[in-house]
């Protein structure tokens, strides 16, 4: 059984995957009408240039729908992740401490060089979306994030039961509607 909040990211899923046609179908119409009385090579042109398009805008809407739907777990990830992987970093007070100080700041640099979600979907970062993706649902299982040394001084920030259902949900879907990008 699926939780309701589970449920309605799921929706959330199914209406916007069916919205993600209508921009294809009406670039592709579109195209077709309008260069219907051009020669050969501007036609194959077009053809070239309305494809790119699509394709492009097929990746721009996916990335958006998976970005409405990150907005419902993003609360998850703020409280566990975002010290480290986005720019809105919020210090511990034992930052002002020499040495420590530079301890923090290495991590956090390493930390936004593999996986930087500053400007939410898509992240940036190390590897694929897809790779980003299953690398954070990865690091989430085995526990591994965040890390070890700052759950020392941040509790209970492990993501585990219905949240980690709910941000597996959302990674699992988004997995899902960026292999048909493939
Ligand atoms: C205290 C800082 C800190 C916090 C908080 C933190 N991370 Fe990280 N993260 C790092 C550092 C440092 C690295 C790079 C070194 C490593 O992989 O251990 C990293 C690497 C990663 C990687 C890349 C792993 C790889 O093999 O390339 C992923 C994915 C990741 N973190 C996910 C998360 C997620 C998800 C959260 C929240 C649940 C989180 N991190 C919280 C510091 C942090």
């Not at 993600?20 to 195209?31: A, D, E, K, Y």
């Not at 990150?70 to 034992?94: A, E, G, L």
């Not at 970062?125 to 989430?140: D, F, K, P, V, Y």
């Not at 949240?163 to 493939?182: T, V």
Request: hydrophobic share 35%; charged share 30%; glycine share 4%.
């Amino acid at each position: 059984m699926l939780s309701e909040s589970n449920q309605r990211l799921l929706n959330g899923f199914l209406v916007l995957g069916l919205l993600l046609l209508i921009p294809v179908v009406s670039t592709l119409s579109h195209g077709k009408k309008k260069h219907d009385d051009d020669d050969k090579d501007d036609k194959k042109e077009t053809v070239d240039t309305i494809l790119s398009d699509s394709v492009q805008i097929i990746q721009d809407s996916v990335y958006a729908v998976i970005n409405i739907n990150y907005q419902t777990v993003r609360h998850i990830f703020r409280k566990s992740c975002f010290d480290c992987h986005t720019d809105s970093t919020k210090y511990p007070w034992y930052h002002v401490l020499p040495f420590i100080g530079g301890l923090i700041d290495d991590d956090i640099k390493e930390a936004k060089e593999h996986l930087n979600m500053s400007d939410d979907f898509p992240f940036s970062g190390h590897a694929t979306q897809i790779e980003r993706l299953r690398e954070i649902r990865e690091e989430i299982e085995d526990g591994e994030m965040p890390l070890w040394s700052y759950r020392l001084t941040h509790w209970g920030l492990l993501i585990e039961g219905e949240r980690q259902d709910s941000l597996f949900l959302w990674i699992d879907e988004s997995i899902k509607l960026l292999k048909q990008l493939e």
